[in-house]
């Protein structure tokens, strides 16, 4: 198929697909890379729609083998025929947008050899700042909590700093004790394994770092682990080691880190959550009180909120209304 052929079928799944757009949107030929060509078309012209509608590289090369994956498992015969059906005469359903587990080569869940499981819903997450906010939010109710204690740059020593590390993480352990709150610590995975915490949450940088014995220690110990992800490619890379949960943002502009890709957006919120349907979901990055319910809607078990409730006037009013409406929402109409 030439490039003029690939560029239509292109334009057609873009237009098709365009609440999933970030940023401006590229022209065909602008979207096309030299070695497309030489891909399957159906592989080449989903990738060049990817491109189109704002997707990173990355995320464009799965999205091009998955729609080639849904085509080869709905219509084998189709594609053995020498010439694939015009533009013009492709269906609704060949446009749509891939989200079945097995075009993207996603294994039954749950599997041997995973992390321990977490529920599907983990309602409302709030990330805190402190010890003594997780004894806050913990008593206030709040199902599930992260420690992300970011020690004040400083003269101290490592020693000591690590020691305050530690003194925070086995503060947080000791006030959820006797609650039904869920404690997640980000990235000190070894002490909040020693200490006891419920679970772990890692970025994408932090597993890179962790060797197998690592992973296999924290598998052992039954400790849970949350890993963030920002797109396609790196939800497939940290769902190969089984967490227990995907985090999936930034779903809005968030001014509380650098965020490595732009902002996802709830469409493409709502599609990872129909791809992940099976697994434990939390959407993070940006969510307000006047964002949530627009993303309860896409499907997700659990919203996580930093500012929404540390920032708010009234935190524990706050944490109520969250609440509330986070487990009362009716999930079931996708954005």
Request: aromatic content about 6%; some cysteine; proline content about 8%.
């Amino acid at each position: 198929m030439n490039i003029d052929h690939l560029s239509q079928r292109a334009a057609r799944i873009a237009a098709a697909n365009a609440p999933l757009q970030i940023g401006t949107p590229l022209d065909p030929l602008a979207a096309t890379r030299p070695g497309d060509v030489d891909l399957h078309p159906v592989e080449a012209s989903a990738r060049i729609a990817a491109r189109m509608l704002g997707f990173i590289e990355a995320d464009a090369e799965v999205i091009g083998r998955a729609w080639l994956a849904r085509a080869q498992r709905t219509r084998p015969q189709g594609l053995q025929s020498p010439s694939l059906r015009e533009p013009a005469e492709a269906d609704q359903a060949e446009l749509a947008w891939p989200d079945h587990p097995d075009d993207f080569g996603l294994p039954p869940w749950p599997r041997d050899g995973s992390f321990a499981p977490c529920p599907a819903a983990l309602g409302l997450y709030v990330v805190a700042p402190d010890a003594q906010w997780i004894a806050r939010l913990a008593q206030w109710g709040v199902p599930t909590v992260q420690l992300r204690f970011k020690p004040t740059q400083g003269t101290q020593a490592h020693g000591e700093v690590q020691a305050l590390i530690r003194a925070q993480v086995r503060e947080a352990v000791r006030a959820v004790q006797g609650t039904a709150a869920r404690l997640f610590i980000n990235d000190y995975w070894r002490i909040a394994l020693e200490e006891g915490a419920y679970g772990v949450h890692l970025g994408q940088e932090d597993l890179s770092l962790l060797s197998e014995e690592d992973l296999d220690r924290m598998r052992q110990a039954g400790l849970r682990l949350g890993l963030s992800t920002h797109g396609y490619a790196e939800m497939l890379r940290a769902e190969a080691v089984g967490p227990s949960y995907l985090a999936m943002g930034a779903v809005y502009p968030t001014t509380l880190k650098a965020m490595p890709t732009a902002p996802q957006g709830p469409h493409r919120l709502a599609a990872y959550a129909r791809l992940m349907r099976d697994r434990s979901v939390v959407a993070i990055g940006g969510i307000d009180e006047s964002r949530l319910d627009e993303v309860v809607r896409t499907g997700v078990g659990s919203v996580a909120v930093v500012r929404a409730v540390i920032g708010a006037p009234d935190p524990e009013a706050a944490v109520r209304s969250l609440m509330q409406r986070v487990s009362g929402h009716p999930s079931s109409q996708a954005v």
